[in-house]
């Protein structure tokens, strides 16, 4: 049986079957400050941004738009980026929220703040729970992540989301639905580990995603970490691990990323984000100085800009993204 997360976008289409190209906005993205425990050699925010933002939302702010995002038909949140979630103190009260709204969020963290009494209430959340995880070798994780420990921690965390998420699998529509997951960002000093990866995560029952390393960030100046040119194919890193936990059938025919093409992105800030991961600094608009449905028109418009414009199944992924940015293409009519 084909294991899928929950509230992942193939989730959504191939059990649920809803047709995301079709709704007024089926996920928000919400990034929590930029702060993070780890300086992760491959990480997505950009160096200068380390120390944090300022002008964040607060608790106010985001129980408006969850109940926006509700009342537009929303689906799922994501909380993934750009820093490490669970250092903010916004987290947590999302979730809740988004849950007593009979919302899903996918919770993307790198895991080292977790304890039981987090995970066990995550547990009985609308969550599915994502650990982020490059690599099985002590040193090579430690030397990567930049924090000495942390990898003993990561693996004692992974089993205890293990221990904790045991038992939410159900069988759907021919699918196994699971609630917890790994997620492998693939990069040329973790590529023999790959094989290895998805027994650990078979013997724990977790759902084994994986993705490209994407050129942007920390690993714009890491072409050393890059993946060579005969496994860019996203088909073919996708065949690596179990179901993506981002992937949609687009009705062009293509792969995209559905979370993004889809979704609405918020950064911790209020400026609206062309993707979660990427894009941080364009100057589009500030969800507080404008409607939800206006954020949401804008989002629209700049997704479809992206998605015609660039090839690849994620936008910061594409070759081009770079020159996207640079020349303001999400601009261009």
């Known amino acids: 049986m084909k294991p899928v997360l929950v509230s992942s976008p193939r989730y959504w289409s191939k059990i649920k079957g809803y047709k995301l190209h079709e709704l007024p906005i089926s996920y928000m993205s919400l990034n929590q400050d930029s702060k993070c425990d780890a300086n992760c050699e491959g990480c997505f925010r950009y160096p200068v941004r380390k120390q944090g933002l300022q002008n964040l939302l607060n608790m106010a702010d985001y129980t408006k738009l969850l109940n926006e995002f509700h009342a537009y038909g929303g689906l799922a949140l994501e909380i993934s980026g750009e820093g490490e979630p669970l250092l903010s103190e916004h987290t947590l009260p999302i979730i809740r929220d988004a849950t007593k709204l009979g919302v899903w969020t996918t919770l993307i963290t790198n895991g080292h703040k977790l304890t039981e009494d987090v995970t066990n209430e995550l547990k009985n959340l609308k969550v599915a729970l994502v650990l982020s995880l490059h690599s ?44 917890a997951a790994v997620h492998w960002t693939l990069q040329m000093n973790n590529l023999v580990e790959v094989a290895k990866a998805r027994r650990f995560c078979d013997e724990r029952n977790l759902h084994f995603s994986i993705a490209p390393l994407a050129h942007v960030g920390h690993a714009a100046e890491r072409p050393d970490l890059w993946l060579p040119e005969d496994l860019k194919r996203i088909e073919d890193v996708n065949n690596l691990g179990d179901e993506s936990i981002i992937f949609y059938d687009d009705p062009s ?7 993004c093409k889809y979704g609405l992105n918020v950064g911790a800030d209020g400026n609206l984000l062309l993707d979660a991961h990427g894009g941080y600094e364009v100057d ?34 594409d070759p081009n993204w770079q020159k996207f940015l640079e020349e303001k293409w999400y601009l261009k009519v």
Not at 145 to 162: A, F, L, R, T
Not at 253 to 259: D, K, N, Q
């Open 136 to 179: 099985l070798k002590k040193e090579n994780y430690e030397k990567d992540c930049g924090v000495p420990g942390n990898y003993d921690i990561k693996m004692k965390n992974i089993d205890m989301v293990s221990k904790y998420f045991y038992g939410t699998s159900w069988s759907e529509n021919g699918y196994l639905v699971r609630r």
């Open 253 to 259: 025919g293509r792969e995209v990323c559905g979370t």
């Open 284 to 317: 589009i608009a500030n969800i507080r100085e404008i409607s939800f449905q206006d954020a949401v028109e804008i989002q629209h418009r700049v997704s479809k800009k992206m998605f015609d414009t660039l090839d690849s199944f994620c936008p910061v992924r």
